[in-house]
């Protein structure tokens, strides 16, 4: 099993859906915004959210900063940048089916990942 087949059963839980597509909407904005708004609809949701974020979650809602995020998904146990991580779904998360894979603009506060 390779590490997209890892990263796939772990994060690719139903509860980390919307985490997985608010920040993949994020990073392919025109202009990336710093947060955006996780709806929190479940005990479930809060907790996977939470341990993968690095601090609990209470409430329906929460703004995810996208840097925190990339630093969180950075120094779990797949070292991998958010925007290099394979989509829990299938393939890239940042990259639709069919496009190019030559670098794009990145989010504020998040450093390229290409040498």
């Known amino acids: 099993m390779g590490v997209e087949d890892d990263v796939r059963a772990v994060w690719g839980v ?3 859906r919307g985490l997985w ?3 993949r ?3 392919e904005a025109a202009k990336p915004p710093a947060t955006f708004r996780l709806e929190l609809p479940d005990a479930e949701t809060q907790r996977a959210v939470g341990e993968l974020y690095g601090r609990p979650m209470w409430g329906q809602g929460t ?3 996208v840097s925190k995020l990339d630093e969180a998904v950075r120094r779990s146990r797949f070292a991998l940048g958010l ?3 394979p989509r829990p779904g299938r393939g890239n998360p940042h990259r639709p089916a069919g496009t190019s894979s030559a670098p794009r603009s990145k989010p504020p506060g998040i450093p390229s990942l290409r040498s």
């Open 25 to 27: 909407e994020a990073l």
């Open 21 to 23: 597509a608010q920040a």
């Open 83 to 85: 925007a290099r991580s």
């Open 63 to 65: 703004r995810i900063s």
């Open 14 to 16: 139903e509860p980390l």
